[in-house]
């Protein structure tokens, strides 16, 4: 199985090029435009040059940005009935040498997961404070606490990157001290074991401080991207087709920090997710000005043959 991501971005593209996005506030800036148009290409190739033998599925994913659409297509029938032997997905990288392949056995992505926690008091008047239950203090500690967690070294086992995303408490109410409040995070970690303990200590802390300011804690847990656990047999396979196709390779020491929905599929199937380099002055992923080199088209095409060739053309 080939998967290709077919979601776009609320961005606004600061291009200017005659194929900009038509839509304001919306566009490409993961290059899933590019990864989808591999995806037609390898069709077609395929339709001209058949397998030997197998079958070749090609996934076309919606909401990969949301963390759902891997789930809602692992959740299908019609995709269990399937039933891939071996599933592949790369993703363009901004920064790395155009064409260049790039491929790390084990976790190739992070576990990621985002955290609402809700803090709920008491609202009483501004000149009366004492007589509710204020959240200011609590979500101040709680995102002190949260931080002590996080050590961006990636040569460590628990490395652990906790961020505040979004802070919301009480009105524009100047007589009203707010008895409601909640802090947004996101949470990534190089593997599911050690996001596990690192949520749960979260989680104990939020409830314990709520309690210590007579506050309840309400935690909702959303956009849970699983780390993406390449095999070995497939990363060989990867690194296999690109020496056939006389590419650069670049073998990563460290996982990288974003999260990836495809890590469903390879916590459930053999498989691998790489990188194609997009060019070292290539805008970053996410940028308003980023866009999707159309000379990787080629490379992504003939990488997934390769792959498809080493399986299915053995007499």
Same mark, same amino acid.
């Given at each position: ?165 979004? !802070?919301?408490?009480? &009105?524009? =109410? $100047?007589?009203?001290?707010? #008895? ?5 995070? @996101?949470? /990534? ?57 006389? !590419?650069?390779?670049? &073998?990563? =020491? $460290?996982?990288?920090?974003? #999260? ?5 599929? @390879?916590? /459930? ?47």
């Amino acid at each position: 199985m080939f998967r290709s991501e077919l979601d776009a971005l609320p961005i606004q593209e600061i291009n200017e090029f005659e194929y900009r996005s038509k839509t304001d506030g919306v566009s490409h800036k993961c290059g899933h435009d590019g990864h989808t148009t591999v995806l037609i290409g390898l069709a077609h190739k395929l339709s001209a040059q058949r397998p030997y033998m197998g079958k070749v599925i090609l996934l076309f994913q919606p909401s990969e940005e949301n963390g759902e659409g891997a789930e809602g297509v692992l959740q299908d029938d019609r995709f269990t009935a399937l039933s891939p032997d071996l599933v592949f997905a790369f993703h363009n990288l901004p920064g790395y040498p155009l064409h260049q392949i790039v491929y790390k056995k084990g976790s190739f992505t992070s576990s990621v997961i985002s955290l609402i926690v809700k803090f709920h008091g008491k609202t009483s008047h501004a000149g009366e404070p004492e007589l509710g239950y204020n959240p200011a203090s609590a979500i101040s500690k709680f995102i002190e606490s949260a931080l002590g967690y996080s050590n961006n070294e990636m040569s460590r086992n628990d490395f652990c990157v906790v961020t505040p995303i979004h !802070i919301n408490m009480g &009105e524009k =109410a $100047y007589g009203i001290s707010a #008895g409601y409040g909640e802090v947004h995070l @996101t949470i /990534r970690c190089w593997t599911e074991t050690e996001l596990d303990k690192v949520r749960m200590k979260i989680k104990e802390n939020a409830e314990q401080i709520a309690k210590q300011e007579g506050l309840t804690a309400i935690e909702e847990w959303l956009q849970h991207f699983n780390a993406n656990q390449n095999s070995d047999a497939t990363v060989d396979m990867v690194v296999k087709a690109a020496e056939s196709n006389k !590419i650069s390779l670049n &073998e990563r =020491a $460290y996982p990288f920090k974003w #999260g990836e929905d495809f890590g469903l599929f @390879t916590q /459930r199937y053999k498989g691998v997710m790489f990188g194609i380099g997009a060019g070292e002055h290539c805008p970053a992923l996410h940028n308003p000005d980023y866009d999707f080199p159309d000379e990787l088209l080629e490379t992504g095409v003939n990488i997934f043959y390769s792959i498809i060739d080493q399986n299915l053309n053995t007499a």
